[in-house]
C-alpha cells in the first residue's frame, strides 16, 4: 500500500518522501532474504513422507491446476501481444510470460495462511503445501525459459539456463549427504554455527539461482524440492 502501486497513484509526492528511490535496492534486498527465509522454513517442515500413496493425487492435483490456466493465459497472453507487448519482445516470450503468471500459485501466502491456522504439519497442510511447491517448481522452470528466452533471443540460450539450473539442482542432490554431515559435526560444536551454516547455504543457493538469471527466490524452491534443510 506504500508502494507505486496504490500511494504512489493517489499522492506521488508522499510516496516518494517515505520511500524515496534510493530506498528501494534495500527494502528488495530485504524482502528478497525475508521471502528465502520464509520458503526454506517451510520446507523444513514439510515431511513428504507422510504423504504416502496420495503422491499420485498430488502429480495429478498439481498438473491439472497448472494446464488449465496456462492455456488461458496463453491465449490471453496471444490477444494482448499486438497492443501491450513492449519494443523488441517477441511474441513467444511474451505469451509464455502471461501464460506462466496466470498459473503459478502464491506458494507463500498459502503456506502462511496454514502456519497461522495451525494446519501446515496436518496431512492436508502438508498435501495442500505438496501440490503447491509441484506447481511452483514446474512454473518457476517455463518462468526461467520465457525470461531467457526474452534476455537472450534465442531458444539455446534459454535452454542454456534451464541446463544450468537442473545442473545446480542435480548438485545440491548429490552434496546432500556432505551437508548433513556438515551441519551434524556443526551442531556439536555450537547452535549458532548451524544458524549461520544455513543461513549461509540459503543466501549462496538464492545467489547462484540469480546469477544463472532465475529469480533468487527460486533458490529456495530448489532446497525445498530437493531437500537441503527438510527432515532427514
Not at 131 to 139: I, Q, S, T, V
Not at 190 to 202: F, P
Request: net charge neutral; aromatic share 8%; charged share 10%.
Amino acid at each position: 500500500m506504500l508502494g507505486p502501486s496504490l500511494l504512489g497513484w493517489l499522492a506521488p509526492g508522499v510516496q516518494h518522501h517515505i520511500l524515496p528511490p534510493s530506498a528501494l535496492p534495500i527494502t528488495s534486498a530485504l524482502g528478497n532474504l525475508g521471502l528465502l527465509a520464509f520458503l526454506f522454513l517451510i520446507g523444513l517442515e514439510l515431511d513428504l513422507r507422510s504423504l504416502g500413496s496420495t503422491r499420485g493425487a498430488v502429480a495429478a492435483i498439481s498438473l491439472s491446476g497448472v494446464l488449465l490456466p496456462m492455456a488461458l493465459g496463453a491465449a490471453l497472453g496471444s490477444a494482448l501481444y499486438p497492443h501491450f507487448a513492449p519494443d523488441g519482445v517477441g511474441r513467444l516470450p511474451f505469451t509464455m510470460f502471461v501464460a506462466v503468471a496466470l498459473s503459478i500459485t502464491a506458494f507463500p501466502v498459502l503456506a502462511r495462511i496454514l502456519a497461522d491456522h495451525g494446519l501446515e504439519n496436518t496431512p492436508l497442510g502438508t498435501f495442500a503445501l505438496a501440490c503447491a511447491a509441484a506447481d511452483d517448481a514446474l512454473a518457476w522452470c517455463l518462468l526461467t525459459a520465457a525470461v531467457a528466452l526474452s534476455t537472450s533471443g534465442t531458444a539455446l540460450s534459454a535452454l542454456a539456463t534451464l541446463a544450468m539450473t537442473a545442473a545446480f539442482a542435480v548438485g545440491l542432490i548429490f552434496l546432500r549427504p556432505l551437508l548433513r554431515a556438515l551441519l551434524k559435526r556443526a551442531g556439536r560444536t555450537s547452535d549458532d554455527l548451524v544458524l549461520v551454516l544455513l543461513l549461509a547455504g540459503l543466501c549462496l543457493s538464492g545467489y547462484t539461482t540469480d546469477q544463472v538469471g532465475v529469480h533468487p527466490a527460486f533458490g529456495a524452491f530448489l532446497l525445498l524440492t530437493f531437500p537441503f534443510g527438510c527432515r532427514g
